[in-house]
């Protein structure tokens, strides 16, 4: 079939103009079956002991939502909640600086105006990390011969040392990168030290606990190679 555009505008008219839909089922609807459970049938669901006026909703859901202030305080009546099977053993806060960054146990002076903040929490008994860290100020690529540019790395302030540990590099712009996850070991950092054997070969977050200031985390980027910011965990 052909249409003038003239017509074609009168049907879009025409067609917004009468939103209804004109349509009986054969038989009727009064002889369509719903499937249990929906629809016409509903009034066949019994109200439960009590009527549907005392039913508890679980806290959070439902006919109680008011009760939860919106703080975040629980109420009163409110059950504990189960034991998490999540912990830390520890956590460190790292504020990361260009300052800090060394080749060997020379300062380099990292990348001017960039900061990096690692909050990392460790569950030593399962060797887990979880990290979330955040970079201001980063320029340039990500840049390293690790599988990743953003590491915990072992030595003492003012000293080099091998990456033990290696994180999805953040992900932003330069006001703001971010990264975060959990890993557990084996590690991996795709570096491999002067035995051959890949520099995350062996390592338990546990060393870092029983040493904190013996770690440092860091980020590697293309204009500050050996090092964009770095921070002692202790
Ligand atoms: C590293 O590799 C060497 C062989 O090159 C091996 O003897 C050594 O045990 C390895 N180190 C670790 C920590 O597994
Ligand atoms: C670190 O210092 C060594 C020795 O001075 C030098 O050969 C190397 O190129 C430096 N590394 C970087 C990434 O600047």
């Not at 004109?22 to 009727?28: A, E, I, K, L, V």
């Not at 109420?75 to 034991?83: G, H, Q, T, V």
């Not at 840049?143 to 932003?172: K, M, Q, Y």
């Not at 703001?176 to 890949?198: I, K, M, R």
Request: with cysteine; glycine share 12%; proline share 12%.
């Amino acid at each position: 079939m052909k249409y003038s555009t003239a017509a074609t505008a009168l049907l879009i008219s025409a067609a917004a103009a009468a939103p209804t839909i004109d349509y009986t089922p054969p038989g009727g609807w009064e002889s369509i079956k719903y499937p249990d459970g929906t629809g016409e049938n509903l009034h066949e669901y019994p109200a439960p002991p009590g009527g549907w006026e005392n039913v508890k909703y679980p806290p959070g859901t439902g006919e109680n939502l008011p009760y939860y202030p919106p703080t975040g305080e629980a109420p009163k009546d409110c059950p504990a909640p189960p034991a998490s099977p999540f912990k830390f053993t520890s956590t460190y806060h790292v504020v990361a600086t260009p300052d800090q960054v060394v080749n060997g146990t020379t300062p380099t002076g990292g990348l001017e105006g960039a900061q990096g903040f690692y909050d990392l929490g460790i569950n030593s008994d399962l060797d887990l990390i979880c990290w979330s860290i955040k970079l201001t100020g980063f320029r340039g690529d990500y840049s390293s011969p690790a599988d990743t540019a953003t590491h915990i790395h072992e030595a003492a302030f003012g000293a080099s040392g091998p990456p033990r540990i290696a994180f999805p590099n953040p992900v932003g712009n330069e006001q703001e990168a971010v990264s975060y996850g959990c890993q557990v070991g084996p590690f991996v950092t795709g570096l491999e030290g002067p035995d051959g054997n890949d520099t995350g070969l062996g390592f338990k977050v546990a060393e870092i606990e029983a040493n904190p200031a013996g770690f440092f985390a860091d980020v590697h980027s293309s204009l500050a190679v050996p090092g964009a910011v770095r921070g002692q965990l202790a």
